[in-house]
């Protein structure tokens, strides 16, 4: 069993998300920090092989961004995850395609949490483990619009 089915038969499913307990996935070019694309590519491979794969992440996405917190750790595993669909969905991976967007299946509530969520990383984003030695956010954020989203989520 892979850890994303471990996760949704154990009712983790934001633990596996933010990478906590047995979902954390370290790599030596993340600085030993929780690498997110990896646990989304775990999710990914485990949600193509069900019937409405697509709608599964929606849900799956909605009750991970329900359980976040205005806090550095949680905005930043948001802003991190979000990048992640992005980028899997720019190089058409699984069964994500150009044609669907996760944040168009999001409320006008789910949306704002993000644009909350979003403004809070920007103003905090030195409370972040290893932000020193980051991009800017603002910069990180050029990549996920490169990827393909159309939105500016610190407005929302």
């Known amino acids: 069993m892979g850890k994303f089915e471990q996760a949704v038969k154990n009712n983790e499913i934001t633990a ?6 047995d979902y954390f996935s370290p790599e030596e070019g993340n600085m030993g ?8 590519i775990g999710m990914m491979s485990y949600l193509e092989k069900q019937e409405h794969p697509y709608q599964l992440l929606v849900k799956y996405f909605r009750l ?7 806090d550095a750790l949680d905005a930043w595993s948001l802003f991190r995850n979000i ?3 992005y980028y899997l969905r720019k190089k058409n991976r699984f069964f994500l395609t ?10 006008a509530e789910e949306k704002k949490k993000i644009g909350v969520l979003y403004r809070y990383l920007k103003e905090n984003f ?26 500016d989520l610190f407005s929302f």
């Open 16 to 21: 596996y998300f933010k990478g906590e307990g």
């Open 126 to 151: 030195n409370k972040v483990p290893g932000s020193a030695q980051m991009f800017p956010i603002k910069k990180q954020f050029g990549f996920t619009r490169k990827n393909g989203c159309r939105y």
């Open 98 to 107: 150009e044609n669907e967007d996760l944040i168009d299946e999001l409320t």
């Open 64 to 70: 991970y961004l329900n359980s976040l917190k205005e």
């Open 33 to 40: 920090y929780h690498n997110e694309i990896l646990n989304f």
């Open 83 to 85: 990048a992640c669909y």
